[in-house]
């Protein structure tokens, strides 16, 4: 499978891992978008938020569980982070297995662009 994120989880391609079981990994994202910025993506390829079924509910809540938790870790939590997931090429996913982003660590604006 020709995919970055599937290279991680193979160990083929080196991550800053934060968290990792049997089901998700936590790693700093490679081009931060605030101080602190990390993805958390399934270990099992799913390549858009499209392709989601009703037997991925669990992995899905396993990804924001975990955002939660490395958040905490480092740091961000009680001050305040956002979690993002695109999808496709209007939402502006350019990784095409599913992640889910935590920006933390400044304030966020809304509207994003
Ligand atoms: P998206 O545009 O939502 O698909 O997000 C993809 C994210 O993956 C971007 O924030 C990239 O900076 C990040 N990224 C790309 N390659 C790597 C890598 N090798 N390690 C960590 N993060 C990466
Ligand atoms: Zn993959």
Redesign the pocket.
């Given at each position: 499978m020709d995919c970055?994120f599937c290279k991680?989880v193979n160990g083929d391609?080196p991550?800053h891992v934060l968290f990792e079981d049997g089901d998700v990994i936590a790693?700093?994202?490679?081009?931060p978008q605030a101080p602190s910025h990390f993805?958390v993506i399934p270990r099992r390829h799913i390549s858009t938020l499209n392709d989601l079924t009703d037997a991925d509910a669990n992995v899905v809540g396993k990804l924001q569980i975990t955002a939660a938790k490395v958040a905490k870790q480092k740091g961000i939590a009680d001050s305040g982070y956002r979690v993002v997931m695109?999808c496709n090429e209007a939402g502006?996913?350019?990784?095409y297995h599913i992640?889910m982003?935590v920006l933390g660590g400044r304030a966020m604006t809304w509207p994003p662009g």
């Open positions: 970055l991680i391609i991550a790693f700093e994202d490679i081009m993805l695109n502006g996913q350019t990784v992640h982003h």
